[in-house]
């Protein structure tokens, strides 16, 4: 819920969970969260689009990029140790974090 009502991905709030609570390995955790991820978005996409409210041509451009994106990333993902996903994460979070606060 509230990673809809904020507008960021899920994966913030669902890895350091599945990570923290579950004692999920952290490979694990981003790859659990990303298979939770789809019918999230499939589900918020259904609601916005039933108000209007997608650019489908904008979505449909972002959306080649992002399968192409999403393929390099896992598996480079996989290359790295646990230690150093957990840090590259840590560090994206805080990204995040400073451009909402900015914004």
Do not use: K
């Not at 916005?48 to 192409?68: C, E, K, M, P, Q």
């Amino acid at each position: 819920m509230l990673a809809g009502f904020l507008g960021i991905g899920g994966g913030i709030i669902l890895v350091p969970m599945m990570t923290g609570l579950l004692c999920l390995s952290q490979h694990r955790a981003h790859g659990t969260s990303l298979a939770v991820i789809l019918p999230i978005a499939a589900v918020g996409a259904v609601v916005y689009a039933t108000r209007g409210d997608i650019d489908w041509l904008l979505a449909a451009t972002i959306g080649v990029g992002s399968v192409a994106g999403a393929i390099i990333g896992a598996r480079l993902m996989m290359r790295l140790s646990a230690h150093r996903l957990r840090q590259a994460f840590g560090l994206y979070t805080i990204a995040i974090a400073i451009l909402l606060i900015v914004r």
